[in-house]
């Protein structure tokens, strides 16, 4: 197949993208314990640590945002989507880690890692496809 005939991303795919980073990034920073204690984290640990939740809610929203903006403009998405991709696989390791290393339930973190491992996978095709 010519690279002229790869079928693009469906342009609904962004805003909606956008849209659930904004809502993840809003979930985390209104309920930042909420993230750790799902994943089997006591409760004075999760209350310790939620600055750092509310720092992802922030990051996710920041990109939610970027990406919303972009394609109501029609700029280039391809740097967001990249964003989105190492954002994601940057989690997949940070829970994978947790998870080894007995500081989450281990199914639950691997289960996220997982997760977070299809979003940056799926966010880097769609870079490719973007390009």
Known sequence: MAENDVEKVPEIIYPILGGV??????GLI????GLAKGLGVDAPTAKRVRWITRIAGAREIAVGVGTL?????SEPLDGWILAQAISDGSDAIAFTAASINREVGVARGL???AFALSGA????????RAR
Do not use: D, F, K
């Not at 209104?30 to 314990?33: A, D, E, L, M, Y």
């Not at 903006?69 to 403009?73: D, F, G, I, M, V």
């Open 21 to 26: 980073r904004i809502a993840i990034g809003i």
């Open 121 to 128: 996978l799926s966010e880097g095709w769609m870079y490719v």
């Open 69 to 73: 903006r972009a394609w109501r403009r």
């Open 30 to 33: 209104v309920s930042p314990t």
């Open 111 to 113: 289960g996220l890692a």
